[in-house]
């Protein structure tokens, strides 16, 4: 019964490959979110989806590449992965209702490393 | 660049003291403000928050103060366990459908028994 729930929690893989992390939400939320976490614990924000549709995109490399295939799911693709991408990804979520004041249920985590 | 930043990374304290944790904010536009807690493995967990209108929130034993003049935001807890000992965030958002919560770069509170 977890409410926002990411696959996998750890991923290890070398540079040059291409990873997906997957999300899904089971609270009816309608917004989605990638935050990238760096290893000084810096959160920031990657995308954001409402009801399916990018409504932030934030200066991310092309490499990454959100996909929302329904409102419960946000999956985060990512080419040709570099050193640099190693981070915590959270995905979170927000209902309709707080959108315009932001209240986040995030999810455990996936922490990539890139070797 | 983030506009959200924490005056100290790190916080010890003594169980049953109380702690204070504060954050500078750079966005005047700003009009909402969160508290979250990070506990180790684990994603950020909402604790309180307050709006631009508000100078003081209460929850159980945290309270959230926000000074706009100085844009300054505190979260004070009573009593602090074991289990308050984590990584805190403060996060600012702007009063517009759209915009993202803007995270601070956290405070690590250590508490000992």
């Known amino acids: 019964d977890t409410a926002v729930s990411q696959t996998p929690k750890y991923l290890v893989t070398q540079m040059g490959n291409d990873k997906s992390i997957k999300c899904e939400q089971n609270l009816g939320h309608d917004t989605m979110y990638w935050y990238k976490q760096d290893s000084k614990k810096f959160l920031k924000i990657m995308f954001s989806y409402n009801n399916k549709e990018l409504i932030i995109n934030e200066t991310v490399p092309n490499r990454f590449s959100p996909k929302s295939p329904d409102k419960a799911h946000l999956n985060l693709h990512i080419n040709s992965l570099e050193l640099g991408d190693s981070a915590v990804y959270f995905c979170a979520s927000s209902p309709r209702g707080s959108f315009s004041t932001g209240e986040l249920f995030f999810g455990e985590g996936s922490r990539l490393t890139v070797l | 660049g983030e506009s959200v930043g924490l005056h100290l990374p790190t916080l010890s304290v003594q169980e049953g003291d109380n702690s204070i944790i504060n954050c500078a904010y750079s966005?005047?536009?700003?009009?909402?403000f969160i508290w979250y807690k990070q506990e180790s493995g684990k994603g950020p967990q909402f604790i309180i928050d307050i709006r631009s209108n508000m100078d003081k929130r209460q929850g159980q034993r945290v309270t959230v103060l926000l000074n706009k003049t100085v844009k300054h935001l505190s979260l004070q807890i009573a009593a602090t366990q074991p289990g308050d000992s984590a990584v805190y965030f403060c996060?600012?958002?702007?009063?517009?459908?759209?915009?993202?919560?803007?995270f601070g770069k956290g405070t690590t509170l250590s508490v000992s028994s």
């Open positions: 966005n005047s536009a700003s009009d909402y």
């Open positions: 996060a600012e958002k702007g009063y517009q459908a759209g915009t993202a919560l803007i």
